[in-house]
Nanobody, 129 residues
Framework: QLQLRESGGASVQAGGSLTLSCEIS????????IAWFRQAPGKEREGLSC????????YYLDSIKARFTSSRDVAKNTVNLQMHGLKPEDTSTYYC??????????????????????WGQGTQVIVSS
């Protein structure tokens, strides 16, 4: 079974930076893409970025692509999300999720919650103005 654990959430001032990390572990590391989502209170969970292990595609939601960068550390089995120029509207709980079946279309469009079968517990980011 795959386990995902997010870390790096914190409270920061607007304009600041944070790096979130998603550590992937388990007896069987069969996964094909890692996506980052966020969910603010009272709002839908929103797909932000996706890294495909099939063809190394990386996708970013348009509204964050100038400020957020996702990268994979193969040696540490982690996927990071670097966030710069944080805004109060970035305040959310951030989740990483793993795609558990093969597809050559991973990370070509906005990741959808229902496509990802394994999730972390989330890490909270609070951005104050």
């Amino acid at each position: 079974q795959l386990q995902l654990r997010e870390s790096g959430g914190a409270s920061v001032q607007a304009g600041g930076s944070l790096t979130l990390s998603c550590e992937i572990s388990g007896d069987s590391l069969d996964y094909y893409a890692i996506a980052w989502f966020r969910q603010a209170p009272g709002k839908e969970r929103e797909g932000l970025s996706c890294v495909s292990l099939i063809d190394d595609s990386i996708y970013y939601l348009d509204s964050i692509k100038a400020r957020f960068t996702s990268s994979r550390d193969v040696a540490k089995n982690t996927v990071n999300l670097q966030m710069h120029g944080l805004k109060p509207e970035d305040t959310s709980t951030y989740y990483c999720a793993a795609a558990l079946y093969w597809s050559d279309s991973w990370c070509k469009e906005t990741p959808q919650r229902n496509d990802f079968g394994s999730w972390g517990q989330g890490t909270q980011v609070i951005v104050s103005s």
